[in-house]
């Protein structure tokens, strides 16, 4: 049970938003540029970012509703659940090896990051700027994962609800003029 009144029908991080909508809209303008903006990184490539942070930070909200936009934006499964089994071992290239462990280091302190990881990932091919910005979502997802556990928020154990999700976060994470009352059930 979330320990403040949030709308039932918005579980996760999307009732924290709409509680506190001028909060909200610089939360999604820079999720929006980070996930969905101009990057040499696939938008895969972020959100599988955003999940390894999420599943080391044992938000189960943001690991499911991540894992399931990977899977969507891949068309399978299997690679989200090798990469959070070992990432070391999972079907990804090199590159995406070694942003992740940046992305793992972040996630235990920013002071966790070695020059070591940094040269690592550049020899594997990461720019500047994929590292900057690898950093930055593992940073902000760290402040999510904070967010959504930190206040108990609804966490539905319905995989079909987060492939729902899924479907409108691969769109983008601005939000709906319309809101969110379409959400509510009759």
């Given at each position: 049970?979330?320990?403040?009144?949030?709308?039932?029908?918005?579980?996760?991080?999307?009732?924290l938003?709409?509680?506190?909508?001028?909060?909200?809209?610089p939360?999604?303008?820079?999720?929006?540029?980070?996930?969905?903006?101009?990057?040499?990184?696939?938008?895969?490539e972020?959100?599988?970012?955003?999940?390894?942070v999420?599943?080391?930070?044992?938000?189960?909200?943001?690991?499911?509703?991540?894992?399931?936009?990977?899977?969507?934006?891949?068309?399978?499964?299997?690679?989200?659940?090798?990469?959070?089994?070992?990432?070391?071992?999972?079907?990804?290239?090199?590159?995406?090896?070694?942003?992740?462990?940046?992305?793992?280091?972040?996630?235990?302190?920013?002071?966790?990051?070695?020059?070591?990881?940094?040269?690592?990932?550049?020899?594997?091919?990461?720019?500047?700027?994929?590292?900057?910005?690898?950093?930055?979502?593992?940073?902000?997802?760290?402040?999510?994962?904070?967010?959504?556990?930190?206040?108990?928020?609804?966490?539905?154990?319905?995989?079909?609800?987060?492939?729902?999700?899924?479907?409108?976060?691969?769109?983008?994470?601005?939000r709906?003029?319309?809101?969110?009352?379409?959400?509510?059930?009759?």
């Open positions: 049970m979330p320990y403040i009144p949030l709308e039932e029908h918005l579980p996760g991080i999307t009732g938003l709409e509680y506190r909508k001028e909060t909200a809209a939360i999604r303008d820079l999720t929006q540029l980070l996930l969905r903006g101009e990057s040499t990184l696939t938008e895969a972020r959100e599988i970012i955003a999940t390894v999420s599943n080391r930070n044992a938000c189960k909200f943001c690991t499911a509703a991540h894992s399931a936009t990977v899977n969507l934006l891949l068309g399978e499964c299997e690679t989200m659940d090798k990469i959070k089994e070992n990432s070391n071992l999972a079907p990804i290239t090199e590159k995406l090896k070694a942003l992740l462990e940046i992305a793992g280091q972040v996630q235990i302190s920013g002071k966790a990051v070695q020059f070591s990881n940094i040269e690592k990932a550049k020899k594997a091919g990461a720019s500047d700027r994929e590292i900057h910005d690898t950093v930055l979502i593992a940073s902000l997802f760290c402040m999510y994962n904070r967010y959504v556990d930190g206040l108990a928020t609804i966490t539905p154990v319905n995989p079909e609800f987060y492939q729902t999700l899924a479907s409108r976060i691969s769109k983008g994470y601005m709906s003029p319309e809101g969110y009352d379409h959400l509510r059930k009759s």
